[in-house]
């Protein structure tokens, strides 16, 4: 476990912004007032996003100044008993290191989310199992996400990222264990097992991307950062589709079958091993000093006390988070059910092309990695959040037209074409959905807001693979795929309703002496008001 004193200055940190925060000497604050205990922000207020705050009005979370005796307009001194400095802003070299770290276990566990799917023919002949028992094998991520979401979300709020970090870790490593006990033909329920404790795992990891992105950087890294966290669950997809076809081949001998499976299953344990130990090693739950004017404010009106029912109370009050949640279910559904339902796709219009149904799923990932990128970088330096997420839903939809109208053409290599155009704009848009429901519901916790994003994915992802699947397999690929299509349809003109109310922004552009005036204000105002 790496540690850092909290007394001792940080050497590695980056400079991001340094503020230095000065009050009118004529006004003082009485030399007894102090931080009281069993005062603590009302949560009407600290969920306003209008009404700011000093960034470091309070540098303990538990505790706020006691309003009946500071005089209106004088701002509070920042609080000598948190840890953290709030009047710093900085940035720390170690943030690349915990998101490297996430984006590697987050890439093991998707690889084994699609592991099956992508060679779904081999493993019915191996198991006499049938196509939809196999689905379930993908699927079951999406179904044990919905319940276990709340609790999850919870635990983050009340234990922090590391602790989650380890939890997930740990899960997965376990799961890959399992599975390699799961050797022999009539041993299906113990690969569904372990199947099943991966997917528990997941529910430890896809809601972190833009909460590790918000702790740990600087307002003009958020975006990419969130980028590069959802990276590597998009790149264990992408390994997920590659891999399996190259290391289990379509042989009918069972027991050399069973050899080339326990070497993919051998191989993804030994790296899930490897990466609970790094976890264990440099994951750090948070850095000394804030990385921006927004985290500083979050750390001052964070409560423990604070509720996650009235959170996510407060969130389904939000029109335009409510219609992200259910357009971002809309596309990410889609793209799960388009790659779980791939391998099978390909092989009704291409026999035999197991290893190439593979490399189009790859085609995919990697495309979409590359918008994702651009995607990231460009909000960064634009903050178009609106624009670019209706800009991307749009081409989704166009590519997913070409691809159901080129898919059974019969030419392989267009096929490859029109999936990588798609895939570019459909997961591209997996970050960018992330990064506009933090805008959108600042200062309410990324956790919880991307866990709505998620559960929303899972549930239309279970819904759209089940019935693709079967219109598929009663009608034939175009009518599954143009159900996608009307679906995708929905989302993009549910999209053009979201209003760019981008808080997170508002609050990074504060300056501190605004943040000054506008307390005082609130207080003389309304002295009641608990800050």
Not at 253 to 271: C, N, T, W
Not at 396 to 406: A, C, F, S
Request: aromatic share 10%; proline share 6%; with cysteine.
């Amino acid at each position: 476990m790496v540690n850092e004193d909290p007394t001792v200055e940080e050497r590695d940190g980056t400079p991001e912004q340094e503020t230095a925060f000065r009050v009118d000497p004529s006004i003082s604050a009485h030399p007894s007032v102090s931080a009281h205990p069993s005062i603590s922000t009302d949560p009407s207020v600290s969920a306003h996003p209008s009404v700011s705050f000093h960034p470091s009005f309070s540098a303990n979370p538990s505790s706020s100044a006691f309003p009946s005796t500071l005089a209106p307009g004088v701002l509070a001194q920042p609080s000598s008993s948190g840890h953290e400095n709030l009047s710093m802003i900085k940035v720390s070299k170690r943030r690349w290191v915990v998101v490297l770290v996430f984006s590697c276990y987050s890439m093991c566990n998707a690889f084994q989310w699609i592991q099956y799917g992508s060679i779904n023919n081999i493993f019915m002949n191996f198991y006499g199992a049938s196509a939809f028992a196999i689905d379930w094998l993908s699927m079951c991520y999406m179904l044990t996400y919905i319940p276990l979401l709340p609790p999850v979300a919870w635990l983050l709020e009340k234990f922090g990222l590391r602790t989650i970090a380890l939890t997930g870790s740990a899960l997965n490593c376990l799961g890959a264990w399992v599975k390699l006990g799961s050797l022999k033909p009539h041993l299906f329920p113990v690969t569904v097992l372990g199947q099943v404790i991966c997917s528990v795992a997941q529910v430890f990891i896809l809601g972190m991307p833009s909460r590790i992105a918000s702790v740990w950087f600087g307002a003009n890294e958020v975006s990419m950062a969130c980028s590069i966290a959802v990276f590597g669950n998009q790149l264990g997809i992408a390994a997920g589709f590659l891999v399996p076809p190259v290391l289990v081949p379509n042989i009918k001998d069972q027991d050399k079958l069973a050899y080339h499976i326990s070497i993919m299953f051998y191989i993804i344990a030994g790296v899930a091993t490897l990466l609970f130990i790094l976890v264990i090693i440099v994951f750090k739950e948070k850095p000394k000093h804030p990385p921006s004017r927004a985290q500083s404010l979050s750390y001052s009106l964070a409560t423990n006390d604070a509720s996650y029912l009235s959170s996510i109370i407060r969130l389904f009050k939000n029109l335009n988070f409510v219609l992200l949640v259910i357009t971002y279910g809309l596309n990410t559904g889609a793209f799960y059910a388009l790659s779980i339902l791939l391998n099978r796709m390909v092989i009704l219009h291409y026999p035999g092309e197991e290893v190439n149904a593979g490399r189009i799923g790859l085609t995919i990932v990697i495309a979409g990695m590359l918008g994702a990128m651009i995607s990231g970088i460009w909000l960064d330096r634009s903050k178009t959040y609106k624009e670019t997420t209706l800009a991307v839903y749009v081409m989704t939809l166009v590519g997913m037209v070409v691809y159901t109208m080129t898919l059974s053409l019969g030419h392989l290599w267009v096929v490859f074409v029109t999936a990588g155009t798609l895939g570019f704009f459909m997961t591209g848009y997996l970050p960018l959905g992330f990064e506009f429901a933090v805008e959108l519901t600042y200062p309410e916790s990324e956790g919880i807001s991307s866990g709505l994003l998620n559960m929303s994915a899972q549930v239309f992802g279970i819904i759209f693979t089940i019935s693709q699947g079967q219109i598929i397999d009663n009608y034939g690929t175009m009518p599954g795929n143009i159900f996608l299509c009307v679906f995708l349809t929905l989302g993009t003109a549910l999209t053009a309703f979201i209003k760019a109310d981008l808080r997170r922004q508002k609050a990074n552009k504060e300056t501190p002496e605004n943040k000054w005036l506008r307390v005082g204000s609130l207080q003389a105002s309304d002295p009641s008001v608990n800050l």
